[in-house]
């Protein structure tokens, strides 16, 4: 197996198991500030690594001083944003409106809205198009059986129609930024170090989380939650380490294969972990809080075939072949000359697409 394929499986598993540590946080600070303590304890664990990894010798100043220009710099506020904050906000308030099993089916969808805008921006590098979508399909059929139980529960009367719309386009919208964010991954982050792109990029979130969270939560919480910054007095341990937890696996762990694993593997293979997330869902809540009691036998059984369909689906996408791409002389003088991947790379198309031949398959 690929080590490609083993770093996406341990991200996906980081990303989906942080929803239990999420669900932990959430008992005792409001989503935006859950936010912001995540985002800041992953920057303070990126920033000690960093150092390390500095010290090390394995990350040199001139890489960090790679991504110092007003253009990258530019580019990582966008990334903070589109990653971290604007997609964990609509679906808090997404949330509100629609059920859980309709959201979850909104988020899986990212990596099909990721490869719609890298076609939209001329930037998809997949050849074979037919089985990244029969991926995708079976995929999302998949998903719709493991959420099966909450999809048949009956709409909340309660909530009127044109806030039930307005949750749709947040989740709609939540997607899309996961999608804009790989965009921007791919385009602007491909000649840096992961540990600098995962470390600007956390940087902006964490300012923009902030800033939104304080006057947000501090004045106004969500009710369940006392007012004036009182939840960080009667915050219990078990929802610090969820936040810990979330701030250095998901943020810190995860973000730094995410940078890694756009430029080996491709945006849109990337974002096929946002599928696995209700899988991770269904264990958790089978093994830690016993929610498969009193279940019936058929809606398990549906939940565990819709599990295997979203596993074929991933494995389908993962054996679509790769376009090979020459870089222009302006992108490659960006880009390290002793790394391996970037000279083949910079090789003439016709040669690339020997290698490309020869190499074992992904």
């Not at 932990?24 to 920033?47: D, H």
């Amino acid at each position: 197996m690929s080590l490609y394929v083993v770093l996406w499986v341990i991200a996906s598993a980081i990303w989906g198991s942080a929803f239990l540590f999420l669900r932990w946080s959430l008992e005792s600070f409001p989503p935006l500030t859950t936010v912001a303590l995540r985002l800041s304890t992953g920057l303070v664990a990126l920033l000690i690594s960093d150092a390390v990894l500095l010290a090390m010798g394995t990350l040199d100043r001139a890489a960090v001083r790679a991504a110092c220009t007003w253009k990258r710099q530019r580019a990582l506020c966008a990334l903070g944003v589109a990653n971290t904050v604007l997609p964990v906000v609509c679906v808090s308030y997404g949330e509100k409106y629609i059920n859980a099993g309709i959201a979850s089916i909104f988020v899986a969808s990212t990596p099909v809205w990721t490869e719609v805008l890298l076609r939209i921006f001329r930037m998809s590098d997949e050849a074979n198009l037919c089985m990244l979508v029969c991926g995708f399909v079976v995929g999302l059929v998949g998903l719709v059986g493991i959420v099966v139980d909450d999809l048949i529960k009956p709409a909340d009367e309660a909530v009127p129609l044109y806030e039930q719309i307005f949750g749709h386009v947040l989740l709609i919208a939540c997607a899309l930024s996961y999608g804009v964010g790989a965009v921007l991954a791919r385009k602007y982050a491909a000649g840096l170090h992961p540990a600098v792109a995962a470390t600007g990029q956390v940087l902006y979130g964490a300012l923009a989380a902030i800033v939104i969270a304080l006057p947000t939560d501090g004045l106004l919480p969500p009710d369940a939650y006392p007012r004036h910054l009182g939840f960080f007095a009667t915050a219990t341990p078990k929802a610090w380490i969820g936040c810990i937890y979330q701030g250095i696996g998901s943020t810190c762990i995860g973000f730094f294969i995410y940078f890694f694993l756009v430029k080996k593997l491709g945006p849109a293979r990337v974002m096929m972990a946002w599928m696995t997330f209700p899988i991770y869902g269904v264990l958790e809540g089978a093994l830690f809080l016993q929610e498969w009691k009193g279940k019936a036998t058929s809606t398990i059984a549906i939940q565990c075939v819709g599990s295997v369909l979203v596993i074929v689906g991933l494995v389908v996408v993962f054996q679509a072949k790769r376009m090979p791409k020459r870089l222009s002389e302006k992108t490659a003088a960006l880009l390290p000359s002793d790394d391996p991947d970037n000279a083949s790379l910079n090789m003439p198309l016709d040669a690339q697409q020997a290698a490309t031949r020869a190499a074992p398959d992904i």
